[in-house]
């Protein structure tokens, strides 16, 4: 493999020497989702039921909530690594290609705030 | 820019259909949807639990009925993410397979394709009917 033309490297359509690490991220956040989601979603079958009142003590434990912000951080990571391979693949346009990208990166981020901090602040016993 | 002129190699419609296409392309699909359907039912549903009370019984109110029973959004959401999440969980698995190199063998690449196709079929239809145990067993006349 060559490190392209002189030209695309000016443009800096080359590439941008970050593949094998994004590769690796996604699977290093895979195989957390492995043991995380499952866990997620057995815990919720297992509930009596989902009221406000139950699923709030469900998240007040320490370990509850230390591991459902561990899942949240980690699911919105992997899901903003797959959808930027999507973005690439089927989105052409580079300006298309940016401002969805960004998008991706507002919604991944976004919902890993909102997930994590009110898991925070029902732990913590603001909602209880 | 694409050339109109010159002829565009055939690729995907000269192929036939097999398991390792379609559950390569449902990889996609699925995780596409539990990414962003998923992904915001499960950061709106803790927004709605951390909220209050108020908050979250309109949020339970969109995905169930009266009596607190699942309706008809939360049956198609429900069910849809429960199949997504195993083909995409199945599939990861066989991902990893891949990545060590194994698993290319025609006959156990294809194997592999449909048991994840088949497994999360068979994995949601009993997690959706262990959930509805008590409404099935009433089919059957018994009361759980």
Same mark, same amino acid.
């Given at each position: 493999?060559?490190?392209? !033309?002189?030209? +695309?490297?000016?443009?800096?359509?080359?590439?941008?020497?970050?593949?094998?690490?994004?590769?690796?991220? $996604?699977?290093?956040?895979?195989?957390?989702? *492995?043991?995380?989601?499952?866990?997620?979603?057995? #815990?919720?079958?297992?509930? /009596?039921?989902?009221?406000?009142?139950?699923?709030?003590?469900? %998240?007040? #434990? /320490?370990?509850?909530?230390?591991?459902?912000?561990? %899942?949240?951080?980690?699911?919105?990571?992997? *899901?903003?690594?797959g959808?930027?391979?999507?973005?690439?693949?089927?989105?052409?346009?580079?300006? #298309? @290609?940016?401002?969805?990208?960004?998008? %991706?990166?507002?919604?991944?981020? +976004?919902?890993? &705030?909102?997930?994590?901090?009110?898991?925070? @602040?029902?732990?913590?016993?603001?909602?209880? | 820019?694409?050339?109109?002129?010159? /002829?565009?190699? /055939?690729? *995907? $419609?000269?192929?036939?259909? +097999?398991?390792?296409?379609?559950?390569?392309?449902?990889h996609r699909?699925t995780g596409v949807?539990l990414?962003?359907?998923?992904?915001?039912?499960? =950061?709106?549903?803790?927004?709605? =639990?951390?909220?209050?009370?108020?908050?979250?019984?309109?949020?339970?109110?969109?995905?169930?009925?009266?009596?607190?029973?699942?309706?008809?959004?939360?049956?198609?959401?429900?069910?849809?993410? !429960?199949?997504?999440?195993? !083909?995409h *969980?199945?599939?990861?698995?066989?991902?990893?397979?891949?990545?060590?190199?194994?698993?290319?063998?025609? @006959? !156990?690449? @294809?194997?592999?394709?449909?048991?994840?196709?088949?497994? &999360?079929?068979?994995?949601?239809?009993?997690?959706?009917?262990? %959930? $509805?145990?008590?409404?099935?067993?009433?089919?059957?006349?018994? +009361?759980?």
């Amino acid at each position: 493999m060559g490190n392209g !033309t002189n030209l +695309g490297r000016v443009r800096g359509l080359g590439s941008a020497k970050a593949g094998a690490h994004h590769w690796w991220l $996604q699977r290093v956040t895979a195989a957390a989702n *492995l043991f995380l989601v499952p866990w997620f979603v057995f #815990s919720l079958i297992r509930l /009596p039921n989902l009221s406000h009142g139950i699923v709030v003590d469900w %998240l007040s #434990s /320490p370990l509850v909530a230390v591991a459902m912000i561990l %899942l949240s951080a980690n699911v919105f990571w992997h *899901l903003r690594l797959g959808l930027q391979v999507v973005i690439e693949d089927y989105v052409h346009n580079e300006s #298309s @290609k940016l401002g969805v990208l960004i998008l %991706l990166n507002f919604f991944a981020i +976004g919902g890993a &705030a909102i997930a994590i901090f009110s898991i925070a @602040k029902i732990a913590f016993g603001g909602a209880a | 820019m694409r050339n109109t002129d010159r /002829p565009m190699a /055939p690729h *995907l $419609q000269i192929w036939r259909w +097999g398991p390792h296409m379609l559950v390569s392309i449902l990889h996609r699909m699925t995780g596409v949807g539990l990414a962003v359907v998923g992904g915001i039912i499960f =950061a709106w549903w803790l927004l709605a =639990a951390a909220s209050g009370e108020e908050s979250y019984s309109w949020f339970a109110g969109l995905l169930t009925v009266e009596s607190g029973r699942i309706n008809i959004v939360g049956v198609v959401l429900g069910v849809g993410l !429960t199949w997504a999440f195993f !083909t995409h *969980l199945f599939n990861g698995i066989r991902h990893f397979v891949l990545d060590t190199g194994a698993g290319y063998e025609l @006959k !156990t690449n @294809k194997r592999g394709a449909i048991l994840v196709v088949a497994g &999360a079929i068979v994995a949601t239809a009993a997690l959706w009917g262990w %959930l $509805q145990c008590d409404w099935i067993m009433g089919i059957f006349g018994g +009361g759980a």
